[in-house]
Structures are given as structure tokens and as C-alpha cells.
């Protein structure tokens, strides 16, 4: 299956956090219409019905939009799972989402993985997601997985990953597993700007630094899901598709210092770096 995944998920998506109400599904409209078609939502947003109504109202059939959404920890007690996604279907308006991610790992560990992965092989077998994967799961994690579930299983894991935090080694682990990585936060919540190495690649490209993380992370091979609530910034962010850095400025990104991560909740697993 991750070979299949490789080939079938947008590597650029557009986020849904945050964009909420009527705002939200214009932002959404507006996305489609510059070329987006992929939409990453979750349970845990809100926006699966923005999304729903901006997939009904975008005049795309529905094979045209490849959509993510997430199963909220809240939602993996023995039981609760598929129940969950159909409620999830209903506010999308669609049959099967085609990806659907394990949010977080159980908070604090709290639940053996078992419980809830196995939860989400049954969804997928009753029909209700395309692929599936998960987000934020650390090296054991996803060994853990892949040893209950063998190997291929897993599309993707959806984890922070920008220039300035690179995430490296579960990055390599994906790579070696097959698991396309999909970066959040790929443009560092917009904190990019004065970063004098991305600064000069975008000054020889004419483009912004957030163009030049998004093109990095394509290069690289990820999928990207940067949001914006602004069009000129939700059509330039799509524009990085465009964009084809050469090696050395590759080189160059790859080597820049690490910052903090930007999302760690006290509950969180123990990450890998
Ligand atoms: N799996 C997970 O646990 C997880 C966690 C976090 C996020 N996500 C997903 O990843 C998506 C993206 O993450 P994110 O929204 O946190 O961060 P992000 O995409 O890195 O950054 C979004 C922020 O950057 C600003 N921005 C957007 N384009 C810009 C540009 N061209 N120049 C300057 N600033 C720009 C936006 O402000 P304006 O609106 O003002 O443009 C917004 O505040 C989310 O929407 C969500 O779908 C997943």
C-alpha cells in the first residue's frame, strides 16, 4: 500500500486548522481554485464541515480532491472509533475519506496501541478510508505498528517538519520504511521571514522563504500542508510547486541549525529529538 500512497496523496495540501465558518470555506474555495487538491482536516479542528461545503461548492467531482482527516484521541476507547469516522463522513458528505490518520498517539500512553490501530484495520476494512496512517508517532511507535501490522501498511506519518526543524530521524526512519512523511508546520507558523540562508535562496529565486521550505520539503520528497486565512498567500504558498531548487541550495537547508519544536504538549510521546 505505501507504494500506491506514494503515487496517489497530493504532495500539497492545504491545512484546514483554524479556518472556521464562512471564512473558513472561502479560504478552502480559494485553495481549490489556485490548484490544491488535497485538504488535511481532523475530528479535533472543527472543519470537516467547512470542508464538506467547500468540496460541494468547489464544482470538483469528488475522485478530484484527495481528503485527510484525523481520529481524535478522544475517540479510541474499544468501540468508539468507527462510529467516530462515520460521524466524520457525515460532516465531510462523503462515502470514504481517502486517508485517515491516528492523531496523536495515546495520550501519555495511556492506551496500548492495539487498541486503537486495530480499530482503525477495521475501519478500513468496513470501507469508511482509502489509506491509513498516523501523525506525531515517534521511531518505536511506528515499529510497533508495523510489526502488528506488517510492513506497507502505513500511508504516511503527519509530523512537525520545517527547515528549521528538521526532524531527522523519525524522517529517516519513515524514508527507510517506505512511510511518506507529511510535514505540519511546514512553513514554521509563518516564522521564517529574516532567516538570512532561506532569505538569499528565495533573493536567487524570486521567491518568498516560504516558497523556498515548501519547494525543500517537495524536494525531499514529503507532502506539505501549509494553511493561510489570505489568498495571495494561499495561491503563493501553492506557487512552491512551481519552484525547483538545485542541489546546493538543498545542501544548504539541509544544514541549517535546528530550532525548538513547535508543538510539544506535556502529554505527548517521548520524541525521538
Ligand atoms: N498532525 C498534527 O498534529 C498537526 C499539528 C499542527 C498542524 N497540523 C496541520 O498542518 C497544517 C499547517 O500547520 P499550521 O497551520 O500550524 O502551520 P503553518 O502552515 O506552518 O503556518 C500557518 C501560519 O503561517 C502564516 N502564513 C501562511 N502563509 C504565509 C506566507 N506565505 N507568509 C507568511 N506567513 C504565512 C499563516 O497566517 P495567515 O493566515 O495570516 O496567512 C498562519 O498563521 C494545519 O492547518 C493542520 O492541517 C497538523
Not at 472509533?81 to 462515520?86: D, F, M, T, V
Not at 503527519?158 to 524522517?171: C, G, R, S, T, Y
Not at 519513515?174 to 538569499?200: D, M, Q
Request: hydrophobic share 40%.
Amino acid at each position: 500500500m505505501a507504494v500506491e500512497a506514494r503515487n496517489i496523496i497530493p504532495r500539497m495540501g492545504y491545512g484546514t486548522w483554524g479556518r472556521l465558518g464562512d471564512e473558513g470555506v472561502e479560504a478552502m474555495l480559494a485553495a481549490l481554485g489556485v490548484g490544491y487538491r488535497h485538504l488535511d482536516t481532523a475530528q479535533g479542528y472543527g472543519t470537516e464541515p467547512m470542508v464538506g461545503e467547500a468540496l460541494r461548492r468547489s464544482g470538483l467531482s469528488r475522485h478530484e480532491v484527495f481528503v485527510t482527516t484525523k481520529i481524535d484521541p478522544d475517540n479510541y476507547r474499544p468501540g468508539k472509533l468507527a462510529p467516530s469516522l462515520r460521524r466524520s463522513l457525515d460532516q465531510l458528505g462523503v462515502d470514504m475519506v481517502d486517508l485517515t490518520l491516528l492523531h496523536w498517539p495515546s495520550p501519555r500512553g495511556e492506551l496500548p496501541l492495539a487498541v486503537y490501530l486495530d480499530q482503525l484495520v477495521a475501519a478500513h476494512q468496513a470501507g469508511l478510508t482509502r489509506l491509513i496512517g498516523v501523525s506525531n508517532f515517534t521511531i518505536a511507535l511506528l515499529d510497533e505498528a508495523e510489526r502488528r501490522l506488517g510492513p506497507g501498511r502505513i500511508a504516511t506519518n503527519q509530523i512537525e517538519l520545517n527547515p528549521l526543524f528538521k526532524n531527522d530521524k523519525v524522517a529517516a526512519e519513515c524514508r527507510r520504511r517506505g512511510i511518506l512523511v507529511t510535514c505540519y508546520l511546514p512553513i514554521a507558523h509563518g516564522s521564517l521571514a529574516g532567516n538570512p540562508r532561506l532569505e538569499a535562496i528565495g533573493a536567487r529565486h524570486g521567491a518568498s522563504v516560504e516558497q523556498v521550505a515548501l519547494a525543500w520539503e517537495l524536494a525531499k520528497g514529503y507532502a506539505a500542508i501549509p494553511t493561510s486565512s489570505r489568498r495571495e498567500r494561499i495561491a503563493s504558498n501553492f506557487a512552491a510547486t512551481r519552484l525547483h531548487l538545485p542541489p546546493d541550495d538543498i545542501a544548504a537547508i539541509d544544514a541549517l541549525a535546528d530550532g525548538p519544536r513547535g508543538i510539544a504538549p506535556d502529554w505527548g510521546p517521548a520524541w525521538d529529538a
